[in-house]
């Protein structure tokens, strides 16, 4: 079934004919009325054919990431629709929206998650530094060594803490000596603000931490081999104001060296840590721009709406 087109009072509004000039007559699909708020787009956000609904600049000058035109499938279900967007090298890309809209399933794109789920099938060009990594031809091993994630609910290894945050540079044997692996251990764990807590019981379980410290322990895990871009599917959903508050000071400290996509449903959270801040509605990428724009100025009807708290 495509639920594309249920029941909120957007989507039973009828299509405006206000549309895109590119769009103009063309099928509105699934009934969805995108037309900004008031607020004509700007014609450099309408310069590519199948994304000339976002609204905003999805293209930046120093790009890790660019994607054009990347649609998924679930079965039948068509769960992304046409995303163009650039994710920005050190810097943090926050992804909002209303449960459902594609989230998730977008940054699974990054490292080719989707390849493992059961009937998904990604679309379109997913460029990491100038190579498209849709190709059979990609190492996943590599491609997830340099785009790591970290998810929502804390997931360490049964292993001790100095064997999570191991766990990387010896599988992928960035690592020359045990010394070597002891450094990048310490340093990970210090960047990753947890060094001091855990320093004199490395070889206990992970998993024996609080779930703020395990969260710390997961990006200590990302960073050890040296990623490009982590993502971060609601990483402080799981945690409570104080250790959400540490991971969010880790994310700006970790902006210096990687780019990070998180996806949060708190929009305090994405003004706080965020440069850039993506819209999702229903599929699709509604608006992309500097965060501080979107949230005082967002120029689609949409994204006003569910930052203002009308939807969502
Ligand atoms: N494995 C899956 N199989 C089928 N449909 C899925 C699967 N994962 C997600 N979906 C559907 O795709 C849409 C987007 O989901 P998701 O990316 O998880 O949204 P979000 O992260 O924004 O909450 C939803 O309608 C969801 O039901
Ligand atoms: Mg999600």
Redesign the pocket.
């Given at each position: 079934m495509n639920?594309v087109g249920n029941q909120t009072a957007q989507t039973r509004r009828p299509v405006d004919a206000l549309q895109a000039p590119e769009t103009a007559g063309r099928r509105v699909e699934a009934g969805l009325n995108l037309k900004p708020s008031g607020r004509v787009p700007s014609a450099a956000s309408l310069d590519h054919k199948s994304g000339d609904r976002t609204v905003g600049q999805y293209a930046v000058d120093d790009a890790v990431f660019s994607c054009r035109d990347v649609n998924?499938f679930?079965?039948a279900?068509h769960?992304?629709r046409n995303v163009n967007i650039d994710v920005g090298r050190k810097q943090v890309l926050a992804m909002i929206?209303?449960?459902?809209?594609?989230?998730?399933?977008?940054?699974?794109c990054l490292n080719r998650m989707n390849d493992t789920?059961?009937?998904?099938r990604v679309t379109g060009s997913i460029k990491l530094d100038g190579n498209d990594i849709q190709g059979p031809g990609t190492d996943l091993v590599r491609l997830r060594a340099r785009v790591g994630m970290v998810f929502q609910k804390p997931n360490p290894f049964p292993k001790s803490i100095y064997d999570n945050v191991a766990y990387g540079p010896r599988i992928h044997g960035t690592t020359r000596s045990r010394a070597d692996l002891d450094e990048v251990v310490c340093s990970s764990l210090q960047r990753a603000g947890l060094w001091d807590e855990v320093k004199d019981r490395l070889n206990r379980p992970g998993t024996g931490l609080s779930g703020g410290q395990q969260q710390r322990l997961c990006i200590a895990r990302a960073i050890a081999i040296q990623p490009e871009v982590i993502l971060m599917?609601e990483p402080c959903s799981a945690l409570d104001p104080i250790a959400t508050a540490r991971v969010e000071d880790l994310i700006e400290d970790l902006r210096e060296s990687f780019a990070i996509v998180i996806?949060t449903h708190s929009m305090q959270q994405a003004a706080r840590v965020s440069q850039r801040t993506a819209y999702?509605h229903m599929?699709e990428l509604i608006e992309v721009g500097e965060t501080d724009r979107v949230f005082t100025n967002p120029r689609h009807r949409l994204t006003e709406d569910y930052i203002t708290g009308r939807f969502g």
């Open positions: 639920d998924v679930y079965g279900k769960a992304l929206g209303p449960s459902g809209c594609g989230k998730s399933t977008f940054l699974r789920v059961p009937g998904a599917d996806v999702f599929g």
